[in-house]
Structures are given as structure tokens and as C-alpha cells.
């Protein structure tokens, strides 16, 4: 039996790169070209090197430029959905990316209490109503909501925009799982959301 005191650090430990398979070195190279750091959690997930490459996979289609899905409304509901699950790292490198989208912090800032905010269309509206139904294990996806997400999109956009959702309840959900730490990319909104909090909406 042993011990391992974590402290603020993550709870599993990086690799050197030079332990990874020379195939997925790549991967970190193109991460530092365009991050300026390799992200923490590809080295998590790449010590099991196939997982890493079926999400890496999986979250190059559902990041595409030809996604039915815009941009902005990606990183809308990438950045909900991980301050839900309050992952620091998701947080973090998805608020930077919808403030590069938007040209702005504003939608940023206003995306905890987006019901109040007047800065949100109607149609990200109802997205952002799906992204809470879908993540928050307390509500479900009704019949009412799916007929107005309707008014938006197709069926095959609708799995695609469930299959954003679910993947970054995933994604956000085993960085927090583990720890991982934020790495700078944008200045962090002041989390109001919490849990309990959600449960007196």
C-alpha cells in the first residue's frame, strides 16, 4: 500500500514526450506550434495511445469547418457545458477561443447567466437551454424543447449538436475527474454556477 499527496497538482502525473509512441509526437509538436504549450490533457489521455487517437479523431470531426454547427455556438456550448462540470482547464482554453470568435469577452463574461443577458439570440438561447438539459443529471430533454430545436436545425444537425454536447461532457468531465489545471489561455470568468445553485433555477 502507498500514499501519493497531490497537493494542487494534478492526479496523474505526466509522461516525458519522449516516452510517448514516436506517432503521436506529432500531435504535441502541432499542439505547441498552435497553443505555444502542449495541453495536459493530450498527455493524460495519450498514455493509452489508442484513446487518445479515437478522441483526437472524434473531436477533429466535431470541430470541422464544414460543421453544420458555427463557430461561435460551438465554443458557446463547449464553455457551458465545462462550467457545469466546472473543469479549470475547459474553462480556460474554450473561453479563449470563444472570445477569439466573437472578437470580445462579452458573451464570455454574460455565459453563466445567460438567461438574464440580453446579448444572446434566440437560437443560441434554445442550444444553451439543450446544453443545461443534457448536462445537468437532474433535468431531461423534453418533448417541447426538442420541437424548438427543430425551428433551428435538421436531424442530422441535432445529433451533431448532441454529440458536441456529449463529448464535452466527456472531455470536461475527465480533466476535472483528474485535476487538470488551467494553462493561461484567457482570463477566467468569476464562477457564480455551481451545482446547488443550479437547483433552485
Known sequence: MFTICFGDEMRVTERSISSYPWYLRPFFWNQKRKYGQILKPALIWARIPSLF??????????????SPINPILRSLITVRVSQINECRFCIDINS???????GSMNKVE???????????????????????AVTYTDRQVDNDLTQRLYEYFNEDEIVELTGLIAFQNLSSKFNSALDLPAQGFCRLPRSTDHNAESHER
Open 53 to 66: 487517437a479515437a478522441i483526437a479523431i472524434l473531436y477533429g470531426v466535431l470541430d470541422r469547418k464544414k
Open 96 to 102: 479563449a477561443m470563444l472570445a477569439k470568435r466573437m
Open 110 to 132: 454574460a455565459l453563466e447567466q445567460w438567461q438574464e443577458s440580453e446579448l444572446f439570440d434566440s437560437k443560441e438561447r434554445v442550444v444553451l437551454e439543450y446544453v443545461e
